[in-house]
């Protein structure tokens, strides 16, 4: 068990350029999850996959972020046009979920911390 | 928003247990609390969960209320490396939706030589 990997760990960019981070979660983990957080805060939920399906996404999720999670492994995230609200911890967490069960755990990765300039 | 309610700072001396209280007085008969901690400019960290029945690990135990109303974090013997934000979830449900975790602005647990 290697744990969820976030890269990159750091990444500093200007405002208007795109960025992407991926995520690798836990092998054989079947869900999929992002979440955001700004200084002082607590973690807030972005999105969530279950294997390739996007199955909710918040409405912090504005048209300019898009995730994806082509073959229900790794998934990335993807912020266009950044601005100086974006600056965050992106955070990523997987599970291994089966039909409607409710205790599968949550396992989170290190976090992509985003500065905007 | 998050339906649990917990004091924004608590002090603890090392060795000494700390006792972490959470308050979610609208919780439904089938939602489960967790626990998670977040050290500094780290994810954070699963921690224990529970439905009714009070629940033990290596890391914690978990007392929750028979009404369910309320719950408290005991961690037996603090040590340094315990400071760290927890946070109270109460998992959110129906779970067909994939049972995101609705962080709350948590604990600051500092834990003192």
């Known amino acids: 068990d290697t744990g969820v990997s976030q890269n990159p760990r750091h990444k500093i960019t200007k405002r208007g350029q795109n960025v992407t981070f991926r995520c690798d979660p836990i092998?054989?983990?079947?869900?999929l999850y992002w979440y955001r957080q700004t200084l002082g805060q607590g973690p807030e939920f972005l999105t969530y996959f279950q294997n390739e399906a996007q199955l909710e996404k918040s409405r912090l999720l504005s048209d300019r972020f898009s995730a994806e999670r082509p073959k229900g492994s790794f998934s990335t995230l993807e912020i266009q046009r950044t601005e100086q609200g974006d600056s965050a911890m992106y955070l990523c967490a997987s599970s291994l979920g089966r039909g409607q069960e409710v205790t599968d755990t949550q396992y989170f990765g290190p976090g992509t911390r985003l500065t905007v300039l | 928003d998050a339906k649990t309610t917990q004091p924004p700072s608590m002090d603890c001396a090392e060795g000494r247990a700390a006792n972490l209280p959470c308050n979610h007085s609208?919780?439904?008969?089938?939602?489960?609390v967790y626990w998670y901690r977040q050290i500094h400019s780290q994810g954070p960290q699963y921690i224990i969960h529970?439905?009714?029945n009070n629940e033990t690990n290596e890391m914690a135990s978990l007392i929750i209320t028979e009404d369910r109303k309320s719950s408290t974090l005991i961690l037996p013997h603090a040590t340094l490396r315990d400071t760290a934000v927890y946070y109270c979830?109460?998992?959110?449900?129906?779970?067909?939706?994939?049972?995101?975790?609705?962080f709350g602005q948590g604990t600051e647990l500092s834990v003192k030589p």
């Open positions: 529970g439905l009714k």
């Open positions: 979830i109460v998992r959110d449900y129906p779970y067909n939706q994939g049972g995101k975790l609705i």
């Open positions: 609208t919780i439904s008969g089938n939602e489960y």
């Open positions: 092998s054989e983990h079947n869900r």
